[in-house]
């Protein structure tokens, strides 16, 4: 059964700094999805991830895909408060989400 | 209007009461899914659908029915609710993108209390 992991959990960060989220999954897939979800709203795409070595970046945020250690990164760069939400990852095999990583950003 | 749309936004009912909620987009897509969302165990999917003749369960189907009534339908159902099935409801779509990809649209989501 796939499973996908993503740690930590909870993240709470000063302004300015960088932190990396992580994503494991226990299957092969080649493809991975990022998503965002900003309290009391729904999820919204971010990232989309479709090849092993596969490096998206927007912003502050910058994500990548290593297929072979089944590991995607999320990687916070001089966080903002506006960065403040809950951050999913979403393996392509069966659209299976992690528990999602809130992230908390303060002045 | 929103893409995806997902009624009602908010139900309070009794245990054993049916409930059915209802999704539809106007995004053309054929795929569909019912996730649900409970707090520290992000979103598991419950049904899924991949065009209207097509119906798949997803991780914790048990207890809930779905109808898949046309492309842009597609509605959930828990024929006898009960308090653990209390959660935030998401319907998401997605087309076939580039590459394969499958990036979901989802909906504003259905809050659902069982008393």
């Known amino acids: 059964e796939l499973k996908v992991e993503q740690n930590p959990l909870f993240l709470s960060m000063q302004e300015g700094k960088n932190y990396t989220i992580y994503c494991n999954y226990s299957t092969t897939s080649d493809r991975l999805y990022w998503y965002r979800q900003d309290p009391g709203k729904s999820l919204e795409s971010l990232f989309v991830?479709?090849?092993?070595?596969a490096v998206k970046q927007e912003g502050r945020l910058m994500a990548s895909l290593d297929t072979k250690a089944r590991l995607s990164t999320l990687h916070i760069t001089a966080a903002v408060h506006d960065l403040s939400a809950t951050y999913f990852c979403a393996v392509h095999n069966d659209m299976r989400f992690g528990a999602g990583t809130r992230l908390t950003v303060k002045p | 209007d929103a893409d995806v749309t997902q009624t009602p936004r908010n139900r309070i009912t009794k245990t054993g009461k049916r409930i059915m909620l209802e999704c539809s987009q106007t995004?053309?897509?054929?795929?569909m899914y019912w996730y649900r969302q409970d707090p520290g165990l992000g979103l598991r999917l419950i049904y899924y659908?991949?065009?209207?003749?097509?119906?798949n369960k997803g991780e914790i189907s048990d207890g809930y029915s779905v109808s898949r009534q046309a492309q842009a339908k597609f509605s959930l159902s828990l024929e006898s609710a009960i308090p653990n099935q209390t959660a935030l409801y998401f319907c998401?779509?997605?087309?076939?993108?580039?590459?394969?990809?499958?990036?979901?649209?989802f909906g504003a989501g259905s809050r659902l209390t069982v008393l």
């Open positions: 995004k053309g897509h054929d795929r």
């Open positions: 998401a779509t997605s087309g076939r993108g580039v590459a394969g990809a499958n990036v979901l649209t």
């Open positions: 991830l479709l090849s092993n070595g």
């Open positions: 659908s991949f065009d209207v003749k097509d119906i």
